[in-house]
């Protein structure tokens, strides 16, 4: 990693630490969330970690077998974790853990998404080299 990679990074996690320092005084404080501050503090941590795993915001500059590897496996546990993650999140959310009790329907088919992404995404890709 370069010195200008280097300085991102450190810039990029004093905006994330910054974006969640003020998520956190809204919301302890001031008793209000701040959607917009959810999003930035996400951005910027995203921003961060490619910094620090691969030395560009954009993710690694050159493909080699371990790199593509590393990314292949990171991809398919990631969505296994988003998936379990959304799940916690509908039931933590509505408060029960019974379907015919949750009222946030959009959060719900986020949830069901999930599962049928990737058998879909299969399909289209099977298809096209089979």
Known sequence: MGKTEKWLAGLSFVF???ALG???YKWLVLDTIDAN????FFLFLSFTLNLVNWGNHEGPTEKDELVEHVQTQ???IGYYVL???SGLI???S???????EISNIPLLIVV???????????FFYKRRYM
């Open 83 to 85: 998936m379990a993650l």
């Open 74 to 76: 990171s991809a398919r």
């Open 22 to 24: 003020y998520f956190l």
């Open 37 to 40: 501050l959810i999003f930035g």
């Open 94 to 100: 509505e408060g029960s853990g019974n379907f015919s």
């Open 16 to 18: 994330t630490l910054g």
């Open 112 to 122: 069901g998404l999930t599962f049928v992404t990737v058998p879909i995404v299969e």
């Open 90 to 92: 509908l039931f933590i």
